[in-house]
């Protein structure tokens, strides 16, 4: 098998997830990861292989199934019996591929191109499902509705062992704040100062930049704030975390795995939701959580009692998180192994 997570810049998200569950049931599968250079770490027993070199075009031609959770690149084709498992990176709030603003003929044809690769579509929940079907056009082919493997960790991993890992001392409130990117931007959004937020709380702020942010994006500074834009894996981040903030990103649908309070910090949702991507659905009608446009509103928000959102939260989770029981990756292994693309 050929794994491939966020283009190679790290090992994470539903493809490490599934890469874990393979290794415990099937052992005897060869496993390799395509890494943008040697520095990103993989799972133990995997085989890291560069992307362009000599290895990595072998390794991508041999291989019976391909696990990836974003485009293939650098001319694929695949070769008679090969399978590509599409896991995606979540489910999504900001439309996307064919239903970007705007009609743009050169992206509808790569769209098109790129989902005809895919043998088989992961998806969240059942929303998630219809709005990837139609985005990416993915007609005709099997799309497993299974919850995420990513997510396992949130009902069966240690908190506590999480937060030891990036140094927090026990006790510490930890606020994961979280944006995604912008179209119209290459690094992270300044909407918060991560300093001022931990010296107005007490908290330790983990900064978390988007895998689209991560080369043109600058270390977060300052007392009480941990930059993790380069962990490896996000999971483990919102694990540790007692809160999270973010905007538009697909981790407010991960998180909701947790029960803990989401805050949303918004000040350019108009122009996001109007100019840049556009929404599938109010965030304001359905948000779990509240909608500020301030850190000053932001640091009050933190201040008051989450339980004033409970019965939007628990709708959330019941139509979001539904099969993100802790057992996806076992669901998609066992579909996988049944399926044939590979054997043990």
Same mark, same amino acid.
């Given at each position: 098998?050929?794994?491939?997570?966020?283009?190679?810049?790290?090992?994470?998200?539903?493809?490490?997830?599934?890469?874990?569950?393979?290794?415990?049931?099937?052992?005897?599968?060869?496993?390799?990861?395509?890494?943008?250079?040697?520095?990103?770490?993989?799972?133990?027993?995997?085989?890291?292989?560069?992307?362009?070199?000599?290895?990595?075009?072998?390794?991508?031609?041999?291989?019976?199934?391909?696990?990836?959770?974003?485009?293939?690149?650098?001319?694929?084709?695949?070769?008679?019996?090969?399978?590509?498992?599409?896991?995606?990176?979540?489910?999504?709030?900001?439309?996307?591929?064919?239903?970007?603003?705007?009609?743009?003929?050169?992206?509808?044809?790569?769209?098109?191109?790129?989902?005809?690769?895919?043998?088989?579509?992961?998806?969240?929940?059942?929303?998630?499902?219809?709005?990837?079907?139609?985005?990416? /056009?993915?007609?005709? !082919?099997?799309?497993? #509705?299974? $919850? &995420? +493997?990513?997510?396992?960790? @949130?009902?069966?991993?240690?908190? *506590?062992?999480?937060?030891?890992?990036?140094?927090?001392?026990?006790?510490?409130?930890?606020?994961?704040?979280?944006?995604?990117?912008?179209?119209?931007?290459?690094?992270?959004?300044?909407?918060?100062?991560?300093?001022?937020?931990?010296?107005?709380?007490?908290?330790?702020?983990?900064?978390?930049?988007?895998?689209?942010?991560?080369?043109?994006?600058?270390? /977060?500074?300052?007392? !009480?704030?941990?930059? #993790?834009? $380069? &962990? +490896?894996?996000?999971?483990? @981040?919102?694990?540790?975390?007692? *809160?999270?903030?973010?905007?538009?990103?697909?981790?407010?649908?991960?998180?909701?795995?947790?029960?803990?309070?989401?805050?949303?910090?918004?000040?350019?949702?108009?122009?996001?939701?109007?100019?840049?991507?556009?929404?599938?659905?109010?965030?304001?009608?359905?948000?779990?959580?509240?909608?500020?446009?301030?850190?000053?509103?932001?640091?009050?928000?933190? /201040?008051?009692?989450?339980?004033?959102?409970?019965?939007?939260?628990?709708?959330?989770?019941?139509?979001?998180?539904?099969?993100?029981?802790?057992?996806?990756?076992?669901?998609?292994?066992?579909?996988?192994?049944?399926?044939?693309?590979?054997?043990?």
């Amino acid at each position: 098998m050929f794994f491939e997570s966020f283009y190679g810049r790290g090992a994470g998200c539903n493809p490490l997830a599934i890469d874990r569950e393979l290794a415990r049931v099937a052992p005897g599968v060869i496993r390799y990861w395509s890494v943008v250079d040697l520095s990103v770490r993989v799972p133990e027993g995997a085989i890291a292989v560069v992307e362009g070199s000599p290895e990595w075009w072998r390794a991508r031609s041999v291989a019976r199934l391909l696990v990836v959770n974003d485009w293939l690149r650098r001319r694929y084709a695949g070769r008679r019996g090969q399978k590509v498992l599409q896991t995606w990176h979540g489910t999504p709030l900001k439309r996307l591929a064919l239903h970007r603003p705007g009609f743009d003929p050169r992206r509808a044809g790569a769209v098109i191109k790129e989902s005809l690769r895919w043998d088989v579509l992961l998806a969240q929940n059942p929303y998630a499902a219809r709005i990837l079907r139609k985005a990416y /056009a993915f007609l005709g !082919r099997p799309l497993w #509705v299974e $919850g &995420y +493997p990513r997510n396992d960790v @949130l009902r069966t991993g240690d908190a *506590a062992a999480a937060r030891a890992e990036l140094g927090i001392a026990p006790g510490e409130r930890v606020l994961l704040y979280a944006p995604t990117w912008r179209d119209d931007r290459q690094e992270i959004v300044d909407f918060l100062d991560p300093a001022a937020l931990a010296a107005a709380t007490g908290a330790v702020v983990l900064v978390r930049g988007h895998s689209r942010t991560l080369i043109p994006g600058q270390d /977060a500074a300052g007392a !009480r704030v941990i930059d #993790v834009t $380069g &962990y +490896p894996d996000t999971a483990p @981040l919102l694990l540790a975390a007692d *809160a999270l903030i973010t905007d538009y990103s697909s981790v407010m649908f991960d998180y909701g795995v947790t029960g803990r309070p989401m805050y949303f910090l918004v000040p350019d949702m108009e122009h996001y939701r109007g100019e840049l991507r556009g929404f599938y659905f109010d965030l304001a009608a359905h948000a779990p959580g509240p909608l500020v446009r301030t850190q000053e509103e932001l640091v009050g928000a933190l /201040a008051a009692d989450p339980a004033a959102h409970a019965e939007r939260y628990a709708e959330w989770t019941a139509r979001f998180n539904a099969r993100d029981d802790g057992r996806a990756a076992e669901r998609v292994v066992a579909r996988i192994l049944d399926s044939g693309f590979v054997t043990r």
